[in-house]
């Protein structure tokens, strides 16, 4: 992936001492998965290029996300991420650029306010839904020319037709800074598989670098959504605060760190939402002690044993070897005594009383009713919501009618091969009214990942909350 910045104007050499970055050296970064390099095609008084090429590396983008289990099973090695520009463009620009993107420049302050004519190229822009008058509403708003060429999908094969890959060009005077932190962000706006840790940190980078000009974007709305991977509520509270502009904190106040986006550009896959999801659920519902049925290999449990608030834990599968990998995820065996004292680890089925799950505060269930008979529900209903009875539920499970957008996945199967059924967000709905109903909750559904129109969220999560009359039985 190659992006080039060009600028034509009398001393254009001076571009380097602005990027802080010699024109005479190439020189080398390290972002995720690969290496971000700089070097200088041409940099003399007329004409200055600095080229960003990432070396995205297949097999360790492959092994950095082999602990997010991919949605189908070779997506984490079949796909376009080492040659379009992505989320890890951002990454690479926030970290070669860092002083430029920070507006500062030791050796020639005053060049920072300065306008420059730029053209920067895009070598490969994917394009998601909307194609090119998306890319269009989000660049010529800010002031630059756009310039488009789609590629076919094959030269050899022109019957086949177009590909969603765009050679992107934008022509525009504008300071580095300010340029810089376009691209930043609109990038990512454009990278609808980027999976970002999206977390409050999203929302001051965007508020931060979108300062001078997001709150004026007529697509402000769509760029804090798609930048926030649709998460709603995180959506919600930017565009709050865009609004009430004045309120946005500067930079010094909000801490901001060198633009280093590293640590916060871990890999989410869905999976990882929903555990990050059910936890922020079961926190703020205010539980000290949970329950995560259907604990599988344990990764909730890491992330509850994260947190202090949790003073009781119990994990209960169904599989002997999945609790033997949570143990070893947990380091159970090594435990201190009194992180030990926390963490119940049991084997049990769903589908059969146990009076150890009484007495909790809340449970977890994370992707795993369906992975039960429908003729067992019933019982699972009773195990949970009529015996152990805790005041809240997170349950989740995958949204069927999100099947089709997996390209290549055959729509008369479901998503694992163990799983019993899968239902749509009517079905879905419709069991969790009846849940409720039988058993004294009242829920609430909510969307888990990106939310496409008409089809909804990859998953679907229930919060039941005991009803009050109910728990002061
Ligand atoms: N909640 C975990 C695991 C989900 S996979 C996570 O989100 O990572 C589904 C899990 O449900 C598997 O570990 C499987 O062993 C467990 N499971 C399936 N049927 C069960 C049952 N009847 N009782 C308890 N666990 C069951």
Redesign the pocket.
Known sequence: MLLQLSTQRPQARDLSYLLHKHPDRVQSVEIPSGRAHIFYPQADDQVCTVCLALDINPVRLARDNRQNAADFALGDYVNDRPYVASSYLSVALAKAFSTAMNGTCQSKPELVGVEMPFQVRIAVLPAPKGGEPLIRSLFEPLGYTVQLTRHTLDSEFPEWGDSRYYTLALTGEQTLQTLLSHLYVLIPVLDSRKHYWVSEAEVEKLLEKGKDWLENHPENAQITRRYLKGLHRLTRRALDRLQAVEDVPKPEEVGEEAPNTEATEHKVRL?DQ??LLAREELKAAGAESVL??????G??LKLLMNEKQFTRILG????YR?LEIAKGRLHYDTLPPKQKDRLTLMQ????YRAHRLEGYDAAAI???IE??ELD?LES?EWVVFGHARPRTVVLTTPNREYNQIFETMDPATFRHTDHRFEWTRKEFADWVTLVGETHGYEAVIKPVGEVVENVGAPSQMAVFTLKKDESAE
């Not at 209960?316 to 599989?319: A, E, F």
């Open positions: 999976h929903r555990l995560d049925l259907g604990c599988g290999e990764r909730l209960m599968d169904v599989s999945s049990g089925a769903l589908t994370v992707e795993v992975h039960l067992r699972f």
